[in-house]
């Protein structure tokens, strides 16, 4: 590698070695008791997607009350789609390649699980009415058939040392959204400002 870019399989079994005991086969191939529990507790997951022939990749976070995420059977969830900005470039990308990996995580917990499977997306009455919040039904639902599973340790979490209230910025310190689109997009930042305050009250559902 005299440029030092890894640019093979081969390469990278070569310079990073293999795996030791069982994490060597740590993803199974359906949810079990401790994946579910996890789901049931998390708040929040990131999505990630890619578009066909090496088109461009997203990760997009998805949030709502602890368990927003349905465990449909022991390969099947459904994530509900709540009122966003209407891009769906996620979505875009599953009509695409239905191929997502998903990584949940928990508040105070070391730990993140993550679930690699097939996506689709569907507007099924029935089982929309099982992901109703606050009274409002999601628009959609995204369907995970899963291909495989496992929970990852802890290091990335205790070295960001992302659960600690200290360690939070005060928010002065960062421009506001309005700010920030203003100086991307030319628009009225306080605008911007005052219609996010809006929606975070009146359009999260």
């Given at each position: 590698m005299p440029d030092g870019d890894i640019k093979s399989r081969e390469q990278l079994e070569d310079y990073y070695g293999q795996p030791k005991g069982h994490l060597s086969r740590k993803e199974l191939p359906k949810l079990n008791q401790h994946s579910k529990h996890f789901i049931s507790l998390s708040p929040f997951l990131v999505l990630s997607t890619s578009a066909a022939n090496d088109g461009?990749?997203?990760?997009?976070?998805?949030?709502?009350?602890?368990?927003?995420?349905?465990?449909?059977d022991d390969i099947t969830i459904a994530i509900p789609d709540r009122p966003g900005n209407r891009r769906t470039d996620s979505f875009h990308n599953i009509m695409e390649n239905p191929e997502v990996g998903l990584v949940?995580?928990?508040?105070?917990?070391?730990?993140?699980?993550?679930?690699?499977?097939?996506a689709r997306l569907t507007t099924d009455a029935e089982l929309l009415a099982t992901l109703e919040a606050q009274g409002k039904l999601p628009r959609a639902a995204l369907v995970v058939d899963i291909r495989d599973v496992y929970i990852h340790c802890g290091k990335a979490i205790i070295r960001a040392d992302l659960w600690n209230p200290e360690a939070q910025i005060d928010r002065?310190?960062?421009?506001?959204?309005?700010?920030?689109?203003?100086?991307?997009?030319?628009?009225?930042?306080?605008?911007?400002?005052?219609?996010?305050a809006k929606d975070y009250v009146d359009t999260l559902y």
């Open positions: 461009p990749a997203d990760a997009s976070p998805r949030g709502d009350a602890p368990g927003f995420v349905r465990v449909l949940f995580m928990v508040l105070g917990m070391l730990e993140v699980l993550r679930i690699n499977g097939r002065k310190d960062f421009p506001s959204m309005g700010q920030i689109n203003q100086d991307w997009y030319g628009v009225d930042g306080k605008m911007v400002d005052e219609k996010l």
